[in-house]
């Protein structure tokens, strides 16, 4: 379970990038963070990875402090970025296993190429270096690193961009399938049309703070895309 309380970052120059949020996602949910750029959403994933240190409240992974019990909080976490960061001059599968070793598991070749095909990678593409992956390629090869290292929480940080419709649309099943795992999943994203086809609860961002959550038997009725044009146009109080 990923868990926000009254989490707060207000930069030295005194911006207000997340103001007071309160979430939760539990277990086996898949929960979209809506929001235009500058809006939080990056800064709340970044808080939960501790790559930053909030003014004030808590993110929990699990129960763990992300700051007070970063390295067990991190042990039970996955994440990955709009840019998938790869080395380069490895092949996928030789990433693979270079993250599986920082994970301190040493699995057969088999296991790498089972979870390569698990995320739709080709056959042809194992053993090539990622220097000449597309982006889509570079994301699954991402997502195979998050299921090799299986934790129950995931953040992703804008997965689609850039990807064409068919690896969108098999990375969205992958969630599907992570989600009947158990998992719990916060997807950062502009990506409306991927929210109304697989997420449980959408939450809209601005200028840092929550201001509208739907849960999915109250979404599927509604015009999404009207709803949140609409928060975007609104004055803040």
């Known amino acids: 379970m990923l868990q926000a309380i009254d989490l707060t970052k207000r930069y030295e120059d005194g911006?207000?990038?997340?103001?007071a949020l309160n979430l939760h996602i539990e277990e086996g949910e898949i929960f979209f963070l809506l929001g235009a750029n500058g809006a939080g959403k990056t800064t709340t994933l970044n808080l939960f990875l501790n790559f930053i240190r909030p003014t004030s409240g808590q993110a929990l992974i699990d129960g763990r402090d992300s700051v007070k019990q970063s390295l067990e909080a991190?042990?039970?976490l996955s994440y990955i970025s709009e840019n998938v960061m790869l080395y380069e001059d490895l092949s996928a599968r030789e990433n693979l296993e270079f993250f599986a070793r920082l994970n301190r598991k040493n699995p057969p070749k088999e296991t790498y190429y089972n979870l390569m095909r698990t995320v739709g990678l080709k056959e042809t593409d194992f053993e090539k270096h990622v220097k000449y992956f597309s982006k889509g390629m570079r994301?699954?090869?991402?997502l195979a690193c998050v299921l090799q290292k299986d934790t129950p929480n995931i953040l992703m940080d804008e997965p689609t961009t850039g990807l064409d419709p068919k690896s969108a649309a098999e990375l969205m099943d992958t969630l599907l399938q992570l989600k009947q795992k158990g998992k719990s999943i916060l997807l950062c994203t502009h990506d409306l049309f991927r929210a109304r086809m697989i997420a449980d609860r959408i939450?809209?961002?601005k200028e840092g703070r929550m201001v509208m959550l739907r849960r999915r038997e109250e979404f599927m009725n509604e015009d999404i895309e009207r709803i949140y044009?609409?928060?975007m146009q609104e004055v803040p109080q």
């Open 139 to 142: 994301q699954k090869v991402g």
């Open 74 to 76: 991190k042990r039970l």
């Open 203 to 205: 939450g809209i961002m």
């Open 229 to 231: 044009l609409d928060y």
């Open 15 to 19: 911006s207000l990038a997340l103001d």
